[in-house]
């Protein structure tokens, strides 16, 4: 049997256990937090199927406590996750929405050669932090556009088409920092208040990981200052970010829905995957996006596979 949540809004954590406490198998979104309580009142579950790569929202830890398995969708919105960091980072340098906003209220006046002026990216330094999958395509694109390219992160990058440096030292020389870290415990709130001091007077921030990396006060507050130039953002705390929230209050600020895989072709690729993924272990299958192998090995199916 299959049940689907039909409501465009998320089913509250109640109404997620209500309905999820009979079932085998859950395709989540990123809005669904899995976590012990939920895992408890799911006896018969065997796999939470995230239609996301990133699985902050899920409690690996207990999932694997429970020998449930939990699959993810990585690979296919890299390119489009890539393709949105790095247009978010054309538009602040251009200051594309201020002109597009300037055309609609009629403050397009005379040709002024001073006016919105903004930074072209060759020559330009790109700091990426989380030199993973979608952190290298970003600097291929950086690449192409003249830009030098540093990065630091937890993993020792092979072929990573960048500089490595320490996480300070990409702060202090980088004219662009974009984000591509997992939210985990480590990279909660690494943006914060001494991180937006280090970096580059006026430089430009990107996010489209998640927007609990982000200390939004700080933010905020470098914004005000001029400290930071501008930032480009695709994630927030809370999404949906409320429009009277003071975050936007900030200038030189652009927000963007979350829409870093919002493409036909990701979206696609990103259900099959989690689909894949769902019924792989349904099957008694090993899923090839697995999160936690540890929960596989545990319920004694390593062995075999
Ligand atoms: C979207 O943010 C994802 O993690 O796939
Ligand atoms: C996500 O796919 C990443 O590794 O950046």
Same mark, same amino acid.
């Given at each position: 049997?299959?049940?689907?949540?039909?409501?465009?809004?998320?089913?509250?954590?109640?109404?997620?256990?209500?309905?999820?406490?009979?079932?085998?198998?859950?395709?989540?979104?990123?809005?669904?937090?899995?976590?012990?309580?939920?895992?408890?009142?799911?006896?018969?579950?065997?796999?939470?199927?995230?239609?996301?790569?990133?699985?902050?929202?899920?409690?690996?830890?207990? %999932?694997? $406590?429970? +020998?449930?398995? /939990? #699959?993810?969708?990585?690979?296919?919105?890299?390119? =489009?996750?890539?393709? *949105?960091?790095?247009?978010?980072?054309?538009?602040?340098?251009?200051?594309?929405?201020?002109?597009?906003?300037?055309?609609?209220?009629?403050?397009?006046?005379?040709?002024?050669?001073?006016?919105?002026?903004?930074?072209?990216?060759?020559?330009?330094?790109?700091?990426?932090?989380?030199?993973?999958?979608?952190?290298?395509?970003?600097?291929?694109? %950086?690449? $192409?556009? +003249?830009?030098? /390219? #540093?990065?630091?992160?937890?993993?020792?990058?092979? =072929?990573?088409?960048? *500089?490595?440096?320490?996480?300070?030292?990409?702060?202090?020389?980088?004219?662009?920092?974009?984000?591509?870290?997992?939210?985990?415990?480590?990279?909660?709130?690494?943006?914060?208040?001494?991180?937006?001091?280090?970096?580059?007077?006026?430089?430009?921030?990107?996010?489209?990981?998640?927007?609990?990396?982000?200390?939004?006060?700080?933010?905020? %507050?470098?914004?005000?200052?001029?400290?930071?130039?501008?930032?480009?953002?695709?994630?927030?705390?809370?999404?949906?970010?409320?429009?009277?929230?003071?975050?936007?209050?900030?200038?030189?600020?652009?927000?963007?829905?979350?829409?870093?895989?919002?493409?036909?072709?990701?979206?696609?690729?990103?259900?099959?995957?989690?689909?894949?993924?769902?019924?792989?272990?349904?099957?008694?299958?090993?899923?090839?996006?697995?999160?936690?192998?540890?929960?596989?090995?545990?319920?004694?199916?390593?062995?075999?596979?």
């Amino acid at each position: 049997m299959i049940d689907t949540w039909p409501e465009a809004r998320p089913p509250t954590a109640d109404e997620l256990a209500e309905r999820a406490s009979p079932c085998a198998g859950i395709l989540t979104m990123l809005t669904e937090r899995v976590d012990e309580a939920l895992l408890e009142r799911c006896p018969d579950l065997r796999v939470v199927a995230n239609m996301a790569v990133g699985f902050d929202n899920v409690d690996v830890d207990a %999932a694997t $406590a429970h +020998g449930v398995l /939990v #699959t993810n969708t990585p690979g296919v919105l890299t390119e =489009a996750t890539a393709d *949105l960091a790095f247009a978010l980072l054309l538009a602040a340098a251009r200051r594309l929405p201020e002109g597009s906003t300037a055309v609609r209220e009629g403050d397009w006046g005379p040709w002024d050669p001073g006016w919105l002026l903004g930074r072209e990216l060759n020559g330009l330094t790109l700091g990426i932090v989380g030199p993973g999958r979608i952190g290298s395509a970003v600097a291929r694109r %950086a690449q $192409a556009f +003249g830009m030098t /390219v #540093t990065y630091c992160g937890r993993r020792d990058a092979v =072929a990573f088409p960048g *500089l490595r440096a320490p996480w300070r030292e990409v702060l202090r020389t980088a004219d662009v920092v974009s984000v591509h870290v997992p939210l985990t415990g480590e990279t909660a709130g690494m943006f914060d208040a001494p991180a937006f001091s280090a970096m580059k007077r006026g430089a430009i921030f990107v996010n489209t990981s998640r927007g609990g990396v982000v200390d939004q006060d700080a933010l905020r %507050a470098a914004l005000e200052s001029g400290q930071i130039g501008a930032a480009a953002l695709d994630v927030t705390v809370p999404e949906p970010l409320p429009p009277d929230h003071p975050l936007l209050a900030a200038p030189n600020l652009i927000v963007l829905p979350h829409l870093g895989s919002a493409t036909h072709e990701t979206r696609a690729r990103m259900a099959e995957l989690s689909v894949d993924g769902l019924l792989s272990a349904l099957r008694g299958e090993r899923p090839h996006h697995l999160v936690n192998p540890a929960a596989w090995e545990r319920a004694g199916r390593g062995a075999g596979a």
